[in-house]
């Protein structure tokens, strides 16, 4: 499975507006379906002290996040993180707004054409108020299997509906230069704008001097919300909070759609915002986020820290200030940032990062009894998609396939597309044996969203089953990661351990190695601890791998693909007894982590073993 974050959870839509009736650290927030993730005060297991020296860190876009094109064209909106306050400001500063011909002007320039589109011909998601991160952040999934247990009967007919594999490697192949057209055009340019498909759909009407009507991002018509934010800023241009509300809904829509040609387009409308409103609170959050979902962390947590002093509860900042941490390997800091989020705002986006800081540090039961409160609480649809994903992918990681179906099932009841459910439904079947269902779900995914995780995913699956074809059908998804790279990299985002992860199973070895160290130099968590050990292995550097290698698996983050990298590395440099040790230790987790690299653990294992 590909690196895991906190990825966009759902927000509420009133975080830029302080709570001055917080409880405190010994009350807990009654009623609502918030109660307090009850976070301990002084965590469990060793952590790394502040200041990136970690052993280990955060996982990086295990949804990775979708990257941008350069969106200079008419209409491209770039944008990855989440979409939490909709509608007017705070009272009062809707009077502020202009009607001068200039900023008219200028806000038509800015906000594009109505009714664009994102030109991939597929809806988003649904969860407009996820708090953004990287997003990539996490996951996308594919359709299932009718039989699978817990599948309800809509995910069923939801699957027999869609036309699964139709010309997939046509779609393969055309997205392929799709990709790269992007890449080299601009973004929007190349896919068209926002338009087509079901515009307007939901879309409420929106005066010329009236703000966009609350909830219309928040219901999740992403695209609507939109429009209507770019009708309501042509009449209002000087509205700096819908300035920020629009820069931050490109973010969600560059993540829920799968492109990364909205970042620059999001930078854009959040500079506008801060022109108008220097150092408003909204903006920062949004510019966090931003940064986050194009994994410059850094700059993320500066973000993140300015609009905390401006507003201490602002939820979007909060969440994405506990990402930034997490992701630069300061889990010590990222766990009280989840204290901290959790008196000030408690509910599922606190409760879901709180979890997945225990997780990476070993503490998997305090993680799933965490999520099964936050899904408890959650009502919303997007909420509920977000959580059992989380939940399904927790189950994964311990190998546990039959509860992790379970799960996802009840993901997709409530949202039919989450792509992080449809993917990870697929890698669960694919290790509970069911090998068919499986490419067909992840066909699905990658003919939707063509990201590095599913693609890499798919690709394996190929080799494995070794069927006529399949060695070029595999080969296909591996080129498809380059084109997502150079698509990523011409939006802005840092792609470098989603380009290393890849490239060191499956393209140019000196440039895993090279994009690698470049990700080290950035930031030491156990994701790019663990892809240095391996980038370094393949290039045949195992006795400089093996210290990253141990520091991958130092925190107690319990991750079959670690060990195995770790096993592997210590055979390489004599160590067979530590090296039986790891790699028996990764079957035994997770034995169908990946078709093939558990099948070169059960080979490494067995010459170890004859060798006693």
Same mark, same amino acid.
């Given at each position: 499975?590909?690196?895991?974050?906190?990825?966009?959870?759902?927000?509420?839509?009133?975080?830029?507006?302080?709570?001055?009736?917080?409880?405190?650290?010994?009350?807990?927030?009654?009623?609502?379906?918030?109660? $307090?993730?009850?976070?301990?005060?002084?965590?469990? @297991?060793? /952590?790394?002290?502040?200041?990136?020296?970690?052993?280990?860190? =955060?996982?990086?876009?295990?949804?990775?996040?979708?990257?941008? &094109?350069?969106?200079?064209?008419?209409?491209?909106?770039?944008?990855? @993180? =989440?979409?939490?306050?909709?509608g007017a400001d705070a009272p009062g500063r809707a009077a502020r707004a202009a009607h001068g011909t200039h900023d008219r002007l200028r806000a038509e320039s800015e906000t594009g054409a109505e009714g664009e589109r994102d030109g991939h011909g597929s809806p988003p998601s649904g969860n407009a108020g996820d708090a953004g991160a990287e997003g990539?952040?996490?996951?996308?999934?594919?359709?299932?299997?009718?039989?699978?247990?817990?599948?309800?009967?809509?995910?069923?007919?939801?699957?027999?509906?869609?036309?699964?594999?139709?010309?997939?490697?046509?779609?393969?192949?055309?997205?392929?230069?799709?990709?790269?057209?992007?890449?080299?055009?601009? &973004?929007?340019?190349?896919? @068209?704008? +926002?338009?087509?498909?079901?515009?307007?759909?939901?879309?409420?009407?929106?005066?010329?001097?009236?703000?966009?009507?609350?909830?219309?991002?928040?219901?999740?018509?992403?695209?609507?919300?939109? !429009?209507?934010?770019?009708?309501?800023?042509?009449?209002?241009?000087?509205?700096?909070?819908?300035? =920020?509300?629009?820069?931050?809904?490109?973010?969600?829509?560059?993540?829920?759609?799968?492109?990364?040609? $909205?970042?620059?387009?999001?930078?854009?409308?959040?500079?506008?915002?801060?022109?108008?409103?220097?150092?408003?609170?909204?903006?920062?959050?949004?510019?966090?986020?931003?940064?986050?979902?194009?994994?410059?962390?850094?700059?993320?947590?500066?973000?993140?820290?300015?609009? %905390?002093?401006?507003?201490?509860?602002? /939820?979007?900042? %909060?969440?994405?200030?506990?990402?930034?941490?997490?992701?630069?390997?300061?889990?010590?800091?990222?766990?009280?940032?989840?204290?901290?989020?959790?008196?000030?705002?408690?509910?599922?986006?606190?409760?879901?990062?709180?979890?997945? +800081?225990?997780?990476?540090?070993?503490?998997?039961?305090?993680?799933?009894?965490?999520?099964?409160?936050?899904?408890?609480?959650?009502?919303?649809?997007?909420?509920?998609?977000?959580?059992?994903?989380?939940?399904?992918?927790?189950?994964?990681?311990?190998?546990?396939?039959?509860?992790?179906?379970?799960?996802?099932?009840?993901?997709?009841?409530?949202?039919?597309?989450?792509?992080?459910?449809?993917?990870?439904?697929?890698?669960?079947?694919?290790?509970?044996?069911?090998?068919?269902?499986?490419?067909?779900?992840?066909?699905?995914?990658?003919?939707?969203?063509?990201?590095?995780?599913?693609?890499?995913?798919?690709?394996? %699956?190929?080799?494995?089953?070794?069927?006529?074809?399949?060695?070029?059908?595999?080969?296909?998804?591996?080129?498809?990661?380059?084109?997502?790279?150079?698509?990523?990299?011409?939006?802005?985002?840092?792609?470098?351990?989603?380009?290393?992860?890849?490239?060191?199973?499956?393209?140019?070895?000196?440039?895993?190695?090279?994009? =690698?160290?470049?990700?080290?130099?950035?930031?030491?968590? +156990?994701?790019?601890?663990?892809?240095?050990?391996?980038?370094?292995?393949?290039?045949?550097?195992?006795?400089?791998?093996?210290?990253?290698?141990?520091?991958?698996?130092?925190?107690?983050?319990?991750?079959? @693909?670690?060990?195995?990298?770790?096993?592997?590395?210590?055979?390489?440099?004599?160590?067979?007894?530590?090296?039986?040790?790891?790699?028996?230790?990764?079957?035994?987790?997770?034995?169908?982590?990946?078709?093939?690299?558990?099948?070169?653990?059960?080979?490494?294992?067995?010459?170890? !073993?004859?060798?006693?």
């Amino acid at each position: 499975m590909p690196p895991r974050t906190t990825d966009s959870a759902p927000e509420r839509r009133d975080d830029n507006h302080p709570r001055p009736d917080q409880e405190t650290d010994t009350e807990s927030s009654a009623g609502r379906g918030s109660e $307090r993730a009850g976070l301990d005060s002084d965590g469990a @297991g060793a /952590e790394a002290g502040p200041g990136g020296d970690a052993a280990a860190g =955060a996982g990086d876009g295990s949804r990775p996040d979708p990257a941008g &094109g350069t969106g200079r064209g008419h209409g491209a909106d770039p944008v990855p @993180g =989440a979409v939490g306050t909709a509608g007017a400001d705070a009272p009062g500063r809707a009077a502020r707004a202009a009607h001068g011909t200039h900023d008219r002007l200028r806000a038509e320039s800015e906000t594009g054409a109505e009714g664009e589109r994102d030109g991939h011909g597929s809806p988003p998601s649904g969860n407009a108020g996820d708090a953004g991160a990287e997003g990539a952040s996490r996951p996308h999934t594919p359709s299932g299997n009718e039989g699978d247990t817990g599948s309800e009967p809509r995910v069923a007919a939801m699957r027999r509906a869609a036309d699964a594999g139709r010309r997939w490697r046509a779609v393969h192949l055309a997205g392929c230069a799709a990709l790269l057209a992007v890449a080299l055009t601009g &973004g929007a340019i190349a896919f @068209g704008g +926002v338009g087509g498909g079901r515009a307007g759909a939901g879309a409420e009407a929106v005066s010329a001097a009236g703000a966009p009507p609350a909830g219309v991002l928040a219901r999740g018509d992403l695209d609507s919300g939109i !429009e209507s934010l770019q009708k309501h800023l042509r009449a209002q241009p000087r509205d700096f909070g819908n300035w =920020a509300t629009l820069g931050t809904a490109y973010v969600e829509q560059a993540r829920t759609n799968g492109d990364p040609s $909205r970042y620059p387009q999001a930078e854009r409308a959040l500079k506008r915002s801060l022109e108008l409103d220097p150092g408003n609170d909204q903006a920062l959050a949004g510019r966090a986020a931003l940064a986050a979902a194009r994994h410059d962390f850094t700059g993320a947590l500066k973000d993140a820290d300015r609009a %905390l002093r401006q507003n201490p509860y602002n /939820e979007r900042a %909060l969440c994405t200030r506990i990402d930034a941490l997490v992701e630069l390997g300061r889990y010590e800091d990222a766990a009280e940032a989840a204290r901290t989020a959790d008196d000030r705002r408690p509910g599922v986006p606190v409760f879901t990062r709180y979890a997945y +800081v225990k997780e990476l540090r070993g503490d998997v039961r305090t993680a799933r009894d965490v999520l099964e409160r936050a899904l408890e609480a959650a009502d919303a649809p997007g909420d509920i998609a977000y959580v059992a994903t989380a939940l399904g992918q927790l189950a994964w990681n311990q190998g546990e396939y039959k509860t992790a179906l379970g799960h996802y099932a009840r993901a997709l009841a409530a949202d039919e597309d989450y792509l992080p459910a449809l993917e990870g439904r697929a890698r669960a079947q694919a290790a509970n044996g069911d090998r068919a269902a499986a490419v067909e779900g992840l066909e699905q995914v990658v003919a939707r969203f063509p990201l590095p995780g599913p693609l890499v995913a798919l690709g394996e %699956l190929y080799e494995d089953r070794g069927a006529d074809g399949d060695r070029a059908k595999a080969g296909d998804q591996y080129a498809l990661v380059d084109a997502w790279t150079s698509l990523a990299r011409a939006g802005g985002v840092n792609a470098d351990l989603d380009s290393a992860m890849a490239a060191a199973d499956h393209g140019d070895k000196k440039e895993a190695l090279r994009a =690698a160290r470049a990700e080290w130099n950035r930031r030491h968590s +156990v994701h790019t601890a663990d892809a240095l050990a391996w980038a370094l292995h393949v290039n045949g550097r195992d006795e400089e791998a093996l210290p990253y290698a141990r520091r991958a698996t130092a925190t107690g983050y319990r991750n079959a @693909g670690f060990l195995y990298h770790r096993g592997v590395i210590e055979r390489a440099t004599g160590n067979d007894r530590e090296a039986r040790t790891h790699l028996k230790a990764a079957l035994d987790l997770n034995p169908g982590f990946s078709p093939l690299g558990a099948r070169e653990a059960r080979t490494a294992l067995k010459d170890l !073993e004859g060798a006693r």
